[in-house]
Nanobody, 125 residues
C-alpha cells in the first residue's frame, strides 16, 4: 500500500513556473513507476508525464516545458512546470504503479494503482 500526498500547487501568471511534489509512503518507492495527471473543469483526466526507473514520457502539450524527476532517497517525485499557460490550469494528481525492475511508462490512468488527492494549479492570463 502506498499513500501519495501532493504539494506545490497555486496560482501563477502566464509564463511563470511551479514545482509540484508528491511524497510517497512506504519503503519500496523505487519499485514504483510514477505519473502525473491533470483534470480541468468539464474535461477528462489526462496524462501529463510519467517516469519509470529511468525512462520518462510526456504528453505533447507539455513536452519541452515540464520535467518529471524522482528522488528515491526522499520517496518523492517532482513535476517542474515552466512556461505555464492558462490551458495548464487544472487539478494535478500524482499516481503510482508497481513496476519492480521494469522501466515501462504507461499513459493509461487505469494502470496506476495509487492516487493522491490532487493539488490545484491555476495559471492566469
Amino acid at each position: 500500500q502506498v499513500q501519495l500526498v501532493e504539494s506545490g500547487g497555486g496560482m501563477v501568471q502566464h509564463g511563470g513556473s511551479l514545482r509540484l511534489s508528491c511524497a510517497a509512503s512506504g519503503r519500496t518507492f523505487s519499485s514504483y513507476g510514477m505519473g502525473w495527471f491533470r483534470q480541468a473543469p468539464g474535461k477528462e483526466r489526462e496524462f501529463v508525464a510519467g517516469l519509470g526507473r529511468i525512462t520518462t514520457n510526456y504528453s505533447d502539450s507539455v513536452k519541452g516545458r515540464f520535467t518529471i524527476s524522482r528522488d528515491n532517497a526522499k520517496n518523492t517525485v517532482y513535476l517542474q512546470m515552466n512556461s505555464l499557460k492558462p490551458e495548464d490550469t487544472a487539478v494535478y494528481y500524482c499516481a503510482a504503479r508497481l513496476i519492480y525492475f521494469s522501466d515501462y511508462v504507461t499513459l493509461k490512468s487505469s494502470e496506476y494503482h495509487y492516487w493522491g488527492q490532487g493539488t490545484q494549479v491555476t495559471v492566469s492570463s
